[in-house]
C-alpha cells in the first residue's frame, strides 16, 4: 500500500488535488465502511500526499452522510500524521468578510447523529481535546498563506472558533445570533467529529476555513444561500488548494512533532493485550508510530 504523510481533505467545490505526481487511487477497508470516496496518493514538492473529497466527487453526501470515522482511519492506515481540512464556512464577525480565510483554533461540536469516537466495544481511551487544532500545523498553513499572496483581496484571520452544526439546513436567525453569543467565529458542518477522530488517531489537524457568507445574523446582508456560498467558494478554490499545496511543502521540510503524535500515550486506558482480537484491531492502526508505519 502506499504511504502518505500528509493528508488533505477537500471540502464543499474541492474535489481534487492539483499537481500530484505518481497518482494512484485506493479503496481502502475500514471497520467502519468505505469512504467518502476513493482517496488519491501522489507526491507533492516529494511529500508524500493522500487526498480525500470529503462530500465524494460529484458532491454526493450532507454532511451527516460523511464517514468520518471510515475517512479518519483509512488516512491513518496510510500513515498520514497531519491533515490539512481545507473547509467552507459561513462568517459570525463582522471583521471576517465573504472570501476572507480563517485557522480556527477552537472547536464547539453541536452535532447530534454522528459516530464520533474509535473506542467502545471493550476499549477505553480519553484523549484530550482543550487544544484540538496543532499550532505547529496552523502555522504551516498561515506562513503558506503569506507566501502564496496575489492579486485576490483575501485576508487571513489567525485563531477563532469554528462552531459545528448538524445540517444539512442553514441556521435560522436566532440560531446564528446565539453562536454569536458564544464567542464563535464562524459556523461550519464537517469539522467535528473529524477533529475529535484525528486527535484519536493521533494525527495534527488543522483547518483552513474559507468564509463565505455572513450566515444570517447580518443586518445589511442578505441570508445565505447554496448557490452564494458555493459561487464565493469557487473564486477561493485555487487560491485554498495553492496554500494546502505550500503548506504541504513545509510540513514535509520541517516534520514537526505535535502533541496530537502522543494523544494515546496518556489518552489510552485499556492495554492492547486486553482487548478482543476484533476490537484490537481496529485500534492497531492508530498506535502505530511513524516507524512502524513505514515499515508496514
Avoid at 459561487?231 to 513545509?250: G, K, S
Wanted: proline share 5%.
Amino acid at each position: 500500500m502506499a504511504r502518505a504523510i500528509v493528508g488533505v481533505i477537500g471540502g464543499s467545490g474541492l474535489y481534487e488535488m492539483q499537481g500530484l505526481g505518481t497518482v494512484r487511487e485506493h479503496r481502502i477497508e475500514t471497520p467502519f465502511g468505505a469512504t467518502s470516496d476513493a482517496i488519491v496518493t501522489g507526491e507533492l514538492h516529494g511529500v508524500p500526499v493522500a487526498f480525500l473529497a470529503r462530500h465524494g466527487r460529484g458532491h454526493r453526501l450532507i454532511p451527516s452522510e460523511v464517514p468520518y470515522r471510515a475517512n479518519i482511519h483509512a488516512l491513518r492506515q496510510l500513515g498520514v500524521r497531519y491533515l490539512l481540512s481545507l473547509s467552507a464556512v459561513g462568517s459570525l464577525r463582522e471583521a471576517v468578510r465573504p472570501r476572507d480565510m480563517l485557522i480556527p483554533d477552537q472547536f464547539i461540536d453541536l452535532t447530534r447523529r454522528r459516530g464520533n469516537t474509535f473506542f467502545g466495544d471493550g476499549a477505553v481511551a480519553h484523549v484530550s481535546m482543550a487544544d484540538p487544532v496543532c499550532p505547529r500545523v496552523a502555522d504551516c498553513l498561515a506562513r503558506a498563506f503569506e507566501t502564496t499572496q496575489d492579486d485576490q483581496p483575501t485576508r487571513l484571520h489567525r485563531g477563532g472558533t469554528y462552531v459545528c452544526i448538524e445540517g444539512p439546513q442553514f441556521s435560522t436567525r436566532a440560531e446564528s445570533h446565539w453562536y454569536r453569543s458564544m464567542g464563535a467565529a464562524v459556523i461550519g458542518m464537517t469539522n467535528m467529529p473529524e477533529a475529535r477522530l484525528a486527535r484519536e488517531a493521533q494525527i495534527a489537524y488543522a483547518t483552513l476555513a474559507m468564509a463565505t457568507d455572513y450566515d444570517c445574523w447580518h443586518p445589511r446582508e442578505a441570508a445565505v444561500t447554496a448557490e452564494v456560498a458555493i459561487d464565493n467558494l469557487r473564486q477561493n478554490a485555487a487560491r485554498a488548494l495553492r496554500i494546502a499545496a505550500e503548506a504541504i511543502r513545509l510540513l514535509g521540510q520541517e516534520m514537526p512533532q505535535s502533541p496530537a503524535h502522543t494523544a494515546l500515550a496518556s489518552g489510552l486506558v485499556t492495554p492492547l493485550e486486553a482487548m478482543q482480537e476484533e476490537t484490537a484491531a481496529v485500534i492497531k492502526p492508530l498506535l502505530a508510530t511513524a516507524e512502524t508505519a513505514e515499515e508496514a
